[in-house]
């Protein structure tokens, strides 16, 4: 059965520091894999998405994920943080040709100021 | 707005009550999902209409059914509450096939005492 592993439960950086949110799945074909951010409050959008091509996916807010397909990563990435991006984060796979999409149980994000 | 709309925002119910939580959808999306989100457990998927006229079982199915209405409208009926029902509740929409994400809507949060 699939299912995606979030490993950091809680992360607390302090502003301008870099974030690395770490997502393994367990799946042994073709995946599409998403994150997904809630902030406090208000529901999930997408961060961003990869489905094929480059494994280095950019996504919105200078948000970035590296698929790297031998460790079954999906790891997001952030150079600088702001206060802004507390939030919380989810990391979702999905097997092509299914309509359900498995979501890891989250990473919860609080940016000191 | 575009978007998917989900009523009630809130809701108490007492043990053994039943209610529908509802769903719409205004972006032509043929498949929509209802998911559970609880603390320290991500989001679970309860049920899915993978296209109007069919529907589906998700992880965690017991307690609840499911309508799709139309294209548009998707509900999600609780027939008998019980506390352990006491969850945000988050409906989605997404294009037919697999790796255009979900839009969500902005949840219900259900108290069952």
């Known amino acids: 059965a699939q299912s995606v592993s979030q490993h950091n439960h809680h992360v607390i950086l302090s502003e301008a520091a870099s974030l690395e949110l770490g997502c393994n799945y367990s799946y042994g074909g073709t995946v599409n894999l998403f994150w997904y951010v809630q902030y406090p409050g208000q529901h999930l959008q997408l961060l961003l998405k990869?489905?094929?091509?480059?494994?280095l996916v950019k996504g919105i807010k200078g948000f970035e994920a590296e698929f790297i397909k031998s460790k079954f990563s999906f790891n997001l990435r952030k150079p600088s943080v702001q206060w802004s991006d507390t939030a919380e984060y989810f990391c979702?796979?999905?097997?092509?040709?299914?309509?359900?999409?498995?979501f890891g149980t989250g990473t919860r994000l609080k940016v000191l100021a | 707005n575009a978007g998917v709309t989900q009523t009630p925002k809130f809701q108490v119910l007492k043990t053994g009550q039943s209610m529908t939580l509802q769903c719409a959808q205004d972006m032509n999306h043929n498949s929509m999902y209802w998911y559970r989100q609880d603390p320290g457990m991500g989001l679970r998927l309860i049920y899915y209409?993978?296209?109007?006229?069919?529907?589906d079982k998700g992880e965690v199915p017991n307690g609840y059914n499911v309508s799709r209405l139309n294209k548009r409208e998707f509900s999600l009926r609780l027939e008998s509450a019980a506390p352990s029902q006491t969850s945000v509740y988050f409906c989605?929409?997404?294009?037919?096939?697999?790796?255009?994400?979900?839009?969500f809507g902005s949840g219900t949060r259900l108290t069952v005492v």
């Open positions: 990869y489905f094929s091509g480059d494994p």
């Open positions: 989605a929409s997404s294009e037919a096939g697999d790796f255009y994400g979900y839009t």
């Open positions: 209409s993978a296209s109007e006229g069919t529907t």
């Open positions: 979702a796979v999905n097997a092509p040709g299914t309509y359900k999409y498995i």
